[in-house]
């Protein structure tokens, strides 16, 4: 609020000295300024709460994830983090311990190499069509959480057409419930980060253990369905969505084969 008994949001008048929250547009009366004090309180409410927030939010993505999903479909959404912040956040997450704890590692220049690409009768060695695979495949991995990113629309594409007619949910819907998974998944990504250090296997054995999670996921969102039903449904969404993938890598080996090609 401001010195006049405005609100600083909106300039209503504050009807009370004692009103904590403006009635017209719910801005907090009167307006804290922004010092240490005000910053500690928004980490702790906003951030810590473990009965709201972030820390809520990731809490129950992990322990009862369809439960959580369900309820910010229906609507239950005060307490939680929205989705695209909290797929940011973690996205954001993943990037730091990746570069500050296994280091990040930029592909050489030998994808697009001068030569090589295809012989003088226009045939691609197999040898280059396996070295590109191998660059691309190292590329998306050490850019994971932004090629997951990006592919976020075809994830929710592919869930949809696995879940035709379930719940009647929209594409939009969708976009939501893919964005938890994947934040599930950032998750994920980052507790195996640390161990990576030691073991790199344990890249693999994460999205392996991502796609159960997020099985079990959809298990608890469509709890009217029979188990197997549902688990069914999920295991045919990220084998469309793993075929979406693999189409999309061969496009771009075929790009990248051409334009080596002509280098």
């Known amino acids: 609020m401001s010195d006049s008994g405005l609100c600083a949001n909106c300039d209503r008048a504050i009807d009370g000295a004692d009103q904590t ?10 307006a804290h300024r922004i010092d240490w004090h005000f910053l500690g309180h928004e980490i702790e409410h906003s951030v810590l709460h473990m009965d709201r927030g972030l820390l809520y939010t990731l809490k129950n993505l992990m322990i009862r994830p369809g439960h959580l999903i369900r309820d910010y479909i229906d609507g239950r959404r005060a307490h939680h983090v929205k989705p695209l912040l909290l797929i940011m956040i973690t996205a954001a997450a993943v990037v730091f311990l990746s570069r500050f704890v296994i280091g990040s590692e930029v592909m050489g220049g030998n994808l697009f190499r001068a030569g090589g690409g295809a012989d003088a009768g226009g045939t691609a060695d197999p040898a280059r069509i396996l070295e590109v695979v191998n660059a691309v495949n190292r590329w998306m991995s050490h850019h ?20 035709w007619r379930c ?8 976009l939501v419930i893919t964005a938890f998974l994947t934040a599930q998944t950032f998750v994920l990504w980052g507790l195996s980060i640390p161990v990576q250090r030691w073991y790199p296997g344990a890249a693999g054995w994460m999205l ?8 079990f996921s959809m298990v608890q969102l469509f709890a009217t369905l029979p188990r197997w039903n549902s688990a069914l449904r999920a295991i045919l969404g990220y084998v469309l969505y793993l075929l979406i993938n693999m189409a999309l890598l061969s496009v771009l080996v075929i790009v990248v084969l051409v334009v080596s090609g002509r280098t």
């Open 208 to 215: 392996w253990l991502s796609i159960a999670y997020g099985v």
């Open 144 to 163: 994971f959480a932004a090629v997951t990113l990006l592919l976020l629309p075809l994830e929710a594409a592919a869930f949809k057409l696995a879940f």
């Open 167 to 174: 719940r009647n949910l929209n594409y939009p819907e969708w």
């Open 21 to 30: 929250f403006c009635p017209a547009c719910g801005q907090p009366t009167p």
